[in-house]
DNA sequence: CTGAAAGCGCTTACAG
DNA sequence: CTGAAAGCGCTTACAG
């Protein structure tokens, strides 16, 4: 490169005032100002390759001076990957949703991972297109923590072969784990705990979604592990009814205790998640009926609000940090197979005010 | 091209087993397939130029049978432009955030275009690199929907050159637009509320994030909209305190009225956000205190869960869909300037059971 | 430690 | 209506 090529063209002279200059610098711009090669300014980029330290500074001057962003697009096409992770779930309005997507953030960003996040709205065709979406991003790994599950998707994200991990669905193979959480053993602590408190009439609430196509895999499992562990329990007197209803989880639930009153002996009701306990608190609170006097309630998910609810809700609780632990580990896979990545996660009663004695005078029995 | 080639190779033969096939379909695969040249391939698959309906067949068959999916960093980088449109928020767990970026992402599709969400979690640090990376994105605009906001993320954005839209922050320029809340509006209302009900002592209640930098530009403006309400007002003997506490919303909320109880006189309270104000619903509550008896209670957001707290909430109301609206139509821009795409979005008071006459006998009296 | 060249997988004029 | 060619802005061997 000659002497000459440090005067600097008219168009490095603009780039001085940024609110003017508007065309985006690119990589050849930076290595004509830093007068260097291409290479060089990559290798300063992505911090590979020996670089002298005077050159170093050189590059990263001109790279401030020209305010230098690679493009995106261009560094992923040429690397032919990316540090992308995909996280999918149904819908970041729950919180439990928002908290996990959240920890899983955090932990990515820990390894040098992004995420990229995308809401299903628990609709079998954004669930479909969402993961068509992931899969021509060329993400590193794609974490699907949805309550609704598609055969169809799972099959195109096997056959792509890049790191998965599913929540709650499907078997280890070689690129996808599956992380479970122990929605029965969770469901058993609840109806022991109330058992233990004398309660033998029981409610189970669980919401659908409109449109949504079959039920929600997250709440079958807590339906059955409650069928379950009712049967199991070996004490005399106990019945127990499950309600469906249809909406977001805080009108299914008022919607259920509704429908539920004067046709359903119970003194404990049981919700399938906190937001579904929720509207169940409004349902019999509207009713004058008093928690825990008149009835128990026990949520599922230990989301944040929980605390705040009057009275603070009894719930079970999902560990947060295990799981994004799980699935960033089973994402990034340092050797470990997908059978080993694959685990199941302990769940936990959270004992708050919501549950007590049942009272049998209670205006809520039939 | 010879009749030869419909000879399938031995590689396009394996394509059928997609669960073997793992590497990548491209689109010269599918123009192999579908013996045609790439230019029709891309043609039949962005709907532009002239295709026989045979051929597009043809090449739709290819597709479907190579499991082909364009490569998003590819077909970005030859386009020069996505269809994307990036939102920054400044926290999914917030429900009136997640309601607002779920908003605008159905208004989004509705126009062909994709989000990308970003959380800054109130931090200026990841707020600006928030912004830095939808930049290298190459985004067709970028909403910055957060409660803080960055002076020099802002002057990023301006010098990208990109459409942008601001909440509550900065003027209209010649790229970017500002859609305004009238929090000071809503704010008015809800004072005139309690006034009218007879109320004379008010809390207000705001919340900081710890390392979050400067104090929410919302919150200044809801603060400043109460205290001008309260100052307005004209009635004699009216008090109103402001506290401040620090952590997650409905933490503070509760942190408050633990301070404010027995040092503070007053008979309604005001809180910053819904989840304030659920914060301040336990911190009563657990005291013993009666909504609205014993203290009146006013949020802002109107967030779904208002309708299920106990009692539900009054609260301010912003209007979500109008907001999407607002911000796409800034962003897409169709011949307006962003002078006539900035607008002040009318608020409103829902008023539910939080609030009612005030009782000069309680227990909140200090 | 540095430079020139090939290539990532598309799109888009352009010429037919 | 279709094909061949250039180019998007990078990274990565490769040769020096």
Same mark, same amino acid.
């Given at each position: 490169?000659?002497?000459?090529?440090?005067?600097?063209?008219?168009?490095?002279?603009?780039?001085?005032?940024?609110?003017?200059?508007?065309?985006?610098?690119? #990589?050849?711009?930076?290595?004509?100002?830093?007068?260097?090669?291409?290479?060089?300014?990559?290798?300063?980029?992505?911090?590979?390759?020996?670089?002298?330290?005077?050159?170093?500074?050189?590059?990263?001057?001109?790279?401030?001076?020209?305010?230098?962003?690679?493009?995106?697009?261009?560094?992923?096409?040429?690397?032919?990957?990316?540090?992308?992770?995909?996280?999918?779930?149904?819908?970041?309005?729950?919180?439990?949703?928002?908290?996990?997507?959240?920890?899983?953030?955090?932990?990515?960003?820990?390894?040098?991972?992004? #995420?990229?996040?995308?809401?299903?709205?628990?609709?079998?065709?954004?669930?479909?297109?969402?993961?068509?979406?992931?899969?021509?991003?060329? #993400?590193?790994?794609?974490?699907?923590?949805?309550?609704?599950?598609?055969?169809?998707?799972?099959?195109?994200?096997?056959?792509?072969?890049?790191?998965?991990?599913?929540?709650?669905?499907?078997?280890?193979?070689?690129?996808?784990?599956?992380?479970?959480?122990?929605?029965?053993?969770?469901?058993?602590?609840?109806?022991?705990?109330?058992?233990?408190?004398?309660?033998?009439?029981?409610?189970?609430?669980?919401?659908?979604?409109?449109?949504?196509?079959?039920?929600?895999?997250?709440?079958?499992?807590?339906?059955?592990?409650?069928?379950? +562990?009712?049967?199991?329990?070996?004490?005399?007197?106990?019945?127990?009814?499950?309600?469906?209803?249809?909406?977001?989880?805080?009108? +299914?639930?008022?919607?259920?205790?509704?429908?539920?009153?004067?046709?359903?002996?119970?003194?404990?009701?049981?919700?399938?998640?906190?937001?579904?306990?929720?509207?169940?608190?409004?349902?019999?609170? +509207?009713?004058?009926?008093?928690?825990?006097?008149?009835?128990?309630?026990?949520?599922?998910?230990?989301?944040?609000?929980?605390?705040?609810?009057?009275?603070?809700?009894?719930?079970?609780?999902?560990?947060?940090?295990?799981?994004?632990?799980?699935?960033?580990?089973?994402?990034?896979?340092?050797?470990?197979?997908?059978?080993?990545?694959?685990?199941?996660? +302990?769940?936990?009663?959270?004992?708050?005010?919501?549950?007590?004695?049942?009272?049998?005078?209670?205006?809520?029995?039939?």
């Amino acid at each position: 490169m000659s002497k000459d090529d440090n005067v600097s063209s008219p168009r490095l002279t603009k780039t001085f005032d940024t609110s003017v200059f508007k065309a985006k610098a690119k #990589i050849q711009d930076v290595a004509r100002l830093a007068e260097v090669s291409l290479g060089t300014v990559s290798a300063v980029l992505n911090g590979k390759g020996r670089v002298s330290t005077a050159t170093r500074d050189r590059v990263q001057a001109a790279i401030v001076q020209l305010n230098y962003r690679p493009d995106l697009y261009a560094s992923n096409l040429a690397r032919r990957n990316t540090q992308i992770l995909g996280v999918i779930v149904s819908n970041l309005e729950n919180p439990f949703f928002a908290e996990t997507a959240n920890a899983v953030e955090i932990e990515a960003e820990r390894h040098g991972f992004q #995420i990229s996040l995308m809401a299903t709205n628990f609709s079998p065709v954004r669930h479909r297109s969402s993961v068509e979406r992931m899969l021509g991003a060329r #993400i590193a790994g794609l974490a699907v923590l949805t309550s609704e599950h598609d055969e169809q998707s799972r099959k195109l994200i096997l056959a792509s072969g890049i790191p998965s991990v599913f929540l709650d669905y499907g078997s280890p193979t070689e690129s996808s784990a599956t992380i479970r959480v122990d929605s029965g053993g969770g469901m058993r602590l609840a109806v022991e705990h109330l058992l233990a408190l004398g309660h033998r009439d029981f409610l189970f609430v669980r919401n659908s979604h409109k449109g949504a196509g079959p039920p929600l895999l997250s709440h079958r499992l807590r339906d059955e592990g409650f069928a379950a +562990a009712v049967q199991d329990c070996n004490v005399p007197g106990v019945h127990a009814h499950a309600i469906d209803t249809e909406g977001p989880g805080a009108d +299914a639930g008022e919607k259920a205790i509704a429908q539920a009153l004067g046709s359903i002996r119970f003194t404990a009701a049981v919700a399938v998640t906190d937001t579904v306990a929720m509207g169940m608190y409004r349902g019999l609170q +509207a009713r004058g009926l008093s928690i825990p006097k008149d009835v128990s309630v026990v949520g599922f998910d230990n989301t944040y609000f929980c605390r705040f609810l009057h009275p603070p809700l009894t719930t079970v609780d999902i560990p947060r940090t295990e799981l994004s632990r799980a699935v960033l580990a089973a994402l990034l896979r340092k050797g470990e197979s997908c059978e080993e990545l694959s685990s199941t996660l +302990a769940t936990s009663l959270i004992v708050r005010q919501s549950t007590g004695p049942p009272n049998r005078q209670s205006k809520s029995m039939a």
